[in-house]
């Protein structure tokens, strides 16, 4: 416990060091703080707010009790770790935060010492942490450091945390497991595990039991590594016994504590100091609320998750005053109710985000055809191949980024027995402020090299129903990706007829001209009709195709433009290489056609895109209509 001479104010912390000179009783008022400095700045700079605010004394604890940063904490996922941010000397940096140029939105080693490890995605804080904890061993540090990995009760029933848990279990380690138990993911938990910890509780008389036969066993020197999971064993006989349980934790010789309340950092406190030098992996269950010190958000922590702006005071919201056009997963939902309605084989899938994808249209009306996994996106996919393999048509509806974690899913388990399930990939490309772990800047690349594939993306939002439409009717699977934000609409209302059928591998013609070629694919084709207006005007002849299926490509496209024998752009928001343009690379080298000089434009392929707006991250990209008529006027004067 801390020692040092109190300096008599809490009110501003800016590093770990100011914090441990504090009192425990002092700890109170720093939380407070941290809550008002995150109400004040998220009320104007959006970000992730219930998440932060429930995990401010979980945060405070932390790094009171531990010496970082060389003692490691572990953030999963990152959406909880602002508080972290503000203590660790990015408070004057924090009005930044998620913009370009600023703070990155989640943990990340470029940006501090603290941040020990990458936090987008979740289920890799135990894996990541027990590395660290196996290194700091096998490098004979003295002390050895302690690693903590802090986990949700959402991230934790993923199946890396699952991998994670047996090794620790199975590895000789000091690992420290922190389960942030909110009982919320996004939107609320799913499956058993979730019900499980709701029910977990440690009483009073065990813990007591349970202490006092361990300073016993300690003091007659019967406490050794050897004897440990001995002891656990019969820890958990005596558990049992007092509280009618088992402890899935303890029966993976995983010490465990709690539940205690984890907005309670007096307590926190308390508790780490006891048990951060027990030898052997450790698991602390707090219980924390999402959105706490905010009333809207502990009302209501799913739409508190990343509100947007809103009055620091009053809770309201506001508005963005952007399109009236939908959104794009909107489009989906509607679109896959439509289609669901006429075929009862279809059913929907997603991971952990119902109302992120819109698939909660359909949950809603046939909530017995819609199965969220929880963050599981490899089961996800499996799951789709075994309902496809026994006649139904699942559509699996995940973020871009995400699906990448079930990369070998989709070929092992539903593109190798060529089964029907069409992958609706969300928040494909540039997805803005959340940054480099949640651009979908890989799918067009990765999708192409799975055999079997049927991959398409709309520009318009007719062409997303036209496409749910083809796909619910093809005999194998197939990948539609479109991205965030409002859907490009054509005259009218999208929903006035049934999404019809369209013939796959066929592209369409946008424009004619003759000096110079556009192939776009998606919905960055509006893009490209801009640059080709500021080029028409300086009497520059453009033509542009929308190709609309990366495969099977138009070929009667491409051999269209290779008989002009001008340049070609290609356009597309994923990396540059793998996806269109090298699709329209190799088909000219095929068929003789080498001579045809094509630019590829689209994300790079040698760093990780940014934080920051659409708008600033497409001209950083060189994908806005200014760099892309440019680019033009470049290869035109070759």
Not at 526 to 532: G, N, Q, R
Not at 588 to 598: C, K, P
Request: net charge neutral.
């Amino acid at each position: 416990m801390p020692t040092a001479e109190h300096n008599g104010s809490a009110a501003v912390i800016n590093s770990p060091e100011e914090l441990r000179r504090l009192r425990p009783e002092d700890l109170p008022q720093v939380c407070e703080e941290l809550r008002r400095t995150l109400i004040s700045h998220l009320a104007v700079n959006p970000g992730h707010f219930a998440s932060s605010m429930g995990a401010v004394d979980l945060t405070v604890a932390l790094h009171y009790v531990f010496d970082t940063p060389r003692d490691r904490i572990v953030w999963d996922v990152g959406h909880q770790a602002y508080a972290h941010k503000l203590l660790t000397g990015r408070r004057d940096r924090f009005a930044a935060n998620r913009t370009l140029g600023g703070l990155c939105g989640f943990p990340t080693p470029d940006e501090s010492e603290y941040d020990t490890f990458a936090a987008g995605h979740a289920s890799n804080s135990i894996s990541a942490a027990l590395g660290m904890s196996i290194a700091s061993a096998l490098g004979n540090e003295q002390p050895q450091r302690h690693v903590v990995a802090v986990i949700g009760d959402a991230s934790i029933s993923g199946g890396l945390a699952f991998e994670g848990l047996n090794n620790v279990a199975n590895t000789p380690n000091n690992l420290l497991i922190i389960l942030n138990d909110n009982e919320m993911s996004i939107a609320h938990n799913t499956g058993s595990l979730s019900r499980y910890l709701s029910r977990l509780n440690t009483s009073k008389r065990y813990n007591r039991m349970r202490y006092r036969f361990f300073r016993m066993f300690r003091k007659l020197g019967m406490v050794s590594d050897s004897s440990r999971g001995s002891i656990i064993r019969f820890n958990n006989s005596v558990k049992s016994l007092i509280n009618h349980q088992q402890n899935i934790f303890e029966g993976l010789n995983i010490r465990y504590f709690g539940p205690v309340d984890g907005n309670d950092v007096e307590k926190v406190v308390r508790v780490l100091s006891d048990i951060k030098d027990m030898s052997g992996p450790k698991l602390l269950h707090l219980r924390t609320v999402k959105g706490r010190g905010f009333a809207p958000a502990e009302a209501d922590p799913s739409t508190w998750h990343a509100p947007g702006k809103f009055d620091p005071v009053t809770g309201d919201r506001k508005t963005s005053g952007g399109s009236d056009a939908p959104k794009w997963q909107d489009v989906f939902g509607d679109t896959l109710l439509e289609l669901a309605r006429r075929n009862p084989r279809i059913v929907g899938i997603t991971a952990a985000m119902p109302d992120g994808t819109s698939i909660s249209t359909l949950q809603r009306e046939m909530p017995h055809r819609v199965f969220d996994v929880g963050i599981s996106e490899g089961h996800a996919v499996t799951f789709a191949g075994g309902l496809a393999k026994d006649g139904m048509h699942p559509f699996v509806a995940i973020y871009s980024s995400f699906l990448q974690r079930a990369y070998d899913h989709m070929i092992h388990d539903v593109a190798l027995l060529r089964l029907p399930v069409t992958f609706c990939i969300d928040r494909a490309g540039i997805v803005g402020e959340d940054g480099a772990t949640h651009h979908g800047a890989l799918d067009l690349a990765y999708l192409r090299t799975i055999q079997g594939m049927t991959i398409a993306a709309p520009s318009t939002a007719s062409q997303l129903r036209g496409l749910m439409r083809t796909a619910s009717e093809l005999d194998g699977p197939m990948a539609i990706r479109y991205p965030r934000g409002s859907a490009v609409q054509e005259t009218g209302s999208i929903c006035q007829n049934a999404p019809e059928a369209m013939e796959i591998g066929r592209g369409r013609k946008l424009r004619d001209g003759s000096q110079i070629v556009f192939m776009s694919i998606g919905p960055i084709a509006a893009e490209v009709a801009k640059a080709i207006d500021s080029l028409n005007a300086e009497g520059i002849s453009a033509a542009h195709y929308d190709m609309i299926f990366l495969r099977p490509i138009d070929s009667s496209i491409l051999a269209e433009a290779a008989a002009k024998g001008v340049p070609v752009i290609t356009v597309e928001d994923g990396i540059s290489s793998g996806g269109l343009g090298s699709a329209v690379t190799e088909w000219m080298a095929d068929h003789g056609h080498s001579g045809i000089r094509v630019k590829r434009l689209g994300l790079p392929t040698d760093s990780f895109v940014t934080q920051g707006t659409p708008a600033q991250l497409y001209r950083l990209c060189g994908l806005d209509p200014d760099s892309m008529a440019a680019e033009a006027k470049k290869l035109l004067s070759l």
